[in-house]
């Protein structure tokens, strides 16, 4: 069973920092695109970053491009999204989740509809 888990979240002050991790099972982070999303309470549902299973590539959205980052270990089978500079506009739960199209990120990559196994997420909280 493929299974994403995000973790790490927690309650922060404004400009500081918080890395958050997603570890996988029932698959191998080099066949699947990785990517990170955030919903805050009443908002819809927001593309992070996306890392590509095979090589360097990411993507980071401009609302937090220069604060965010987006890596991988494959061989923990570990992504992780370093988060910088926060502000309380970041407050919201944060998913991690595979492209139903294997190692590349989908096109747009920010669409929600191109990947699966949403699970719980975790939630930051950036206070003022």
């Known amino acids: 069973e493929v299974q994403l888990q995000a973790s790490g979240g927690g309650l922060v002050q404004a400009g500081g920092s918080l890395g958050l991790s997603c570890a996988a099972s029932g698959f191998a982070f080099d066949d699947r695109a990785i990517g990170w999303f955030r919903q805050a309470p009443g908002q819809e549902r927001e593309g992070v970053a996306c890392i590509h299973g095979k090589g360097p590539h990411t993507y980071v959205a401009d609302s937090v491009k220069g604060r965010f980052s987006v890596s991988r270990d494959i061989a923990k089978n570990l992504v992780y999204l370093e988060m910088s500079t926060l502000r309380p506009e970041d407050t919201a739960r944060y998913y991690c989740?595979?492209?139903?199209?294997?190692?590349?990120?989908?096109?747009?990559?920010?669409?929600?509809?191109?990947?699966?196994?949403w699970g719980q997420g975790t939630l930051v909280t950036v206070s003022s």
């Open positions: 989740v595979h492209s139903v199209f294997g190692p590349q990120c989908p096109v747009p990559w920010y669409a929600a509809k191109l990947y699966t196994s």
